[in-house]
């Protein structure tokens, strides 16, 4: 058991003069409930039809007091984790207690109503004690389709939300235990893909089968157990965080990030933040953040407050609970207008991307010189998934592909780590299918999926590589995306040097190839092109001068960085030949080639 958590039974804070639940039990009781979390995010991954749901783990679970406030949650995608509590707090104030009752369940994915855009389907359900109501469960996962005039759930070119797809702000598609059959013909009619009802029924069943798993600790604990852990564990998590706010240096930190353009062309979107760090106060501001009313990349206020979230909480002791005690730590502003809290009305199926993703990046760079080990911008640089859509002639059926084959890039290097691995630590639990699983459900083959050699941001630790993928479209397809990354990559910290940039070419095998400036709106392709996508690496960290010459000759043997590479970036020489494995670094022409290249 943390003794923290002993100290904080006798914590003069706002529960000091009537908690009654002792610290272990109360511990016992979050994990009680973090495990129902992970239940519920398991059993869609079992249950759903479709490979982002039963492939991707692209899902958070929650678990919320009748407060609205965030008690547990399971390890999923960073950005979802108050995605998924806002929408639940707004039913609770629009509906009101009264209408959660036994047997209830809810669908809501509206991006204006505390969501991050419309794929995201947030499913809660209530859990009562003696017709008490006392804790909702929540799981929220990503959707192949909205509906609207694009498939896949991504018009990047609407001129508002309603033609990004249907909005449902809170819906009851369980009424007291009988489905309301009429609810979920009319989502089931306004989604394209056919295993949306049933993605959604999986949906269902996880939060019917965590209201079961809530009542028993319930029943065994009783609610007034339960409901004084939650306030304990919410008042230790806000006591941890302040704590380790107050060793942090105090100053007023600044920067800045673009992402390159928005899905209409519109160059240089521009996200700034002020970080002043006050003894135990962290305060977050966006003000600065670019205002044009002309472009097309906005972050819902909820989208943008999970991004700020995970960022801080990557850079924090990782045993502080996440719960609503954290979350509420961080003075938050984000100025009404700006591309993080767009005005009603705004399309967002990009922006919960970019300039979402990139909040991660800019306060990583606020922080890269004041606290320079913990600088690790949880961020990537993607546009939108790639989406390929066409008729399978296996079935006669349409279908929509967003590409979710495993591919690698965009993580950077950490102080005394280089990246590792194949996806940037922001999107959390996420996996990617295998290509033969996505082979056996479209048409398509995928021929090479590698690591690009000098792709890494170079530095005194190096920065993922990024990836070679190929795929070959075997019937008469369209594709439509949007690509960023390829102006500004991920950034180098501290002296490291950025990762190489993205490249998406669609009918790379023909004479007119088309290479993605910004946004493919459904570029015809036939069967037999292919598609290249070359993913942009992770940045480095620390003056690549300073890495070990001998990490850079492994480097050069395992393919990550050339033997030019080695010289150009490292200013390490090799001698002898790669093909015959006989490389060895000159010690003294890499120190004399170093020396030169240092400020005098």
């Given amino acids: 058991m943390d003794v923290d958590l002993v100290e904080l039974a006798g914590h003069r804070g706002r529960l000091a003069v009537d908690v009654t639940v002792d610290p272990v039990t109360a511990e016992v009781i979050r994990g009680a409930m973090e495990t129902v979390c992970?239940?519920?995010?398991?059993?869609?991954?079992?249950?759903?039809?479709?490979?982002?749901?039963n492939q991707s783990n692209e899902r958070?679970?929650?678990?919320?007091?009748?407060?609205?406030?965030?008690?547990?949650?399971?390890?999923?995608?960073?950005?979802?984790?108050?995605?998924?509590?806002?929408?639940?707090?707004?039913?609770?104030?629009?509906?009101?207690?009264?209408e959660f009752r036994p047997g209830d369940v809810f669908v809501a994915n509206d991006p204006y109503h505390g969501g991050g855009h419309l794929p995201d389907y947030n499913v809660f359900a209530p859990v009562h004690v003696d017709g008490k109501l006392v804790l909702v469960a929540s799981i929220q996962c990503h959707h192949g389709d909205t509906g609207g005039a694009v498939p896949g759930g991504y018009n990047v070119t609407a001129a508002d939300i309603w033609g990004e797809g249907v909005r449902w702000p809170v819906v009851k598609v369980i009424d007291r235990g009988v489905e309301r059959r009429d609810v979920l013909y009319a989502l089931q009619v306004?989604?394209?893909?056919?295993g949306y009802v049933g993605d959604l029924r999986a949906q269902v069943g996880a939060a019917q089968m965590a209201v079961r798993r809530l009542g028993e600790i319930l029943e065994h604990y009783g609610a007034g157990a339960v409901e004084e852990s939650v306030d304990f564990m919410i008042d230790y998590a806000e006591r941890r965080f302040r704590e380790e706010v107050a060793a942090w240096p105090d100053g007023v930190?600044?920067?800045?990030?673009?992402?390159?353009?928005?899905?209409?062309?519109?160059?240089?979107?521009?996200?700034?933040?002020?970080?002043?760090?006050?003894?135990d106060r962290l305060k977050i501001d966006y003000a600065g953040s670019d205002m044009r009313t002309e472009i097309q990349a906005w972050s819902t206020f909820g989208n943008t407050r999970g991004y700020t979230v995970a960022q801080i909480a990557s850079m924090m002791d990782p045993n502080i609970p996440k719960n609503e005690g954290f979350f509420d730590s961080i003075e938050l502003n984000v100025p009404p207008g700006c591309v993080l809290n767009p005005p009603a009305g705004k399309p967002v199926s990009a922006g919960t991307h970019h300039p979402g993703a990139d909040i991660g990046e800019v306060i990583a760079l606020a922080f890269q010189y004041v606290m320079p080990d913990k600088a690790v911008p949880q961020t990537y640089k993607t546009g939108i998934p790639t989406?390929?859509?066409?008729?399978?002639?296996?079935?006669?059926?349409?279908?929509?592909?967003?590409?979710?084959?495993?591919?690698a890039g965009w993580c950077n290097a950490a102080k005394g780590m280089d990246a590792w691995g194949a996806q940037a630590a922001s999107f959390g639990n996420l996996w990617k299918a295998t290509a033969e699983i996505n082979e056996s459900l479209f048409p398509h083959i995928q021929w090479e999926r590698d690591y690009r050699t000098d792709s890494g941001g170079p530095g005194q630790w190096r920065g993922l590589c990024g990836s070679h993928w190929v795929k070959e479209v075997r019937v008469p397809a369209k594709v439509y995306t949007y690509v960023v990354g390829m102006k500004y990559p991920m950034p180098g910290i501290a002296g490291g040097k950025p990762g190489a940039p993205n490249q998406l070419v669609i009918r790379a095998n023909r004479d007119d190839r088309y290479v993605v400036q910004h946004t493919a709106n459904w570029v015809p392709m036939e069967a037999g092109d292919t598609i290249v996508y070359d993913y942009g690496g992770g940045g480095g960290w620390g003056d690549p001068l300073d890495r070990d010459p001998q990490a850079v000759l492994d480097d050069v043997l395992d393919e990550y960085v050339s033997v030019g590479g080695a010289e150009r970036d490292y200013g390490v020489v090799l001698t002898g030949s790669l093909d015959d494995l006989t490389l060895e670094v000159d010690g003294a022409a890499t120190e004399q080639l170093r020396a030169s290249r240092r400020p005098g």
């Fill in 38 to 53: 992970w239940e519920m995010a398991t059993y869609v991954s079992r249950t759903a039809t479709t490979p982002i749901l």
């Fill in 60 to 98: 958070n679970a929650t678990i919320i007091d009748a407060k609205g406030r965030l008690a547990a949650l399971s390890v999923g995608i960073p950005q979802f984790m108050l995605t998924s509590t806002l929408p639940v707090r707004f039913a609770l104030e629009f509906l009101g207690a009264d």
């Fill in 190 to 194: 306004n989604n394209r893909q056919p």
């Fill in 253 to 279: 930190y600044e920067a800045d990030a673009y992402v390159d353009h928005d899905p209409l062309g519109h160059p240089d979107i521009h996200i700034h933040v002020k970080i002043t760090v006050d003894g």
């Fill in 387 to 407: 989406t390929i859509a066409g008729t399978d002639p296996r079935t006669g059926r349409p279908f929509v592909d967003p590409s979710t084959e495993v591919y």
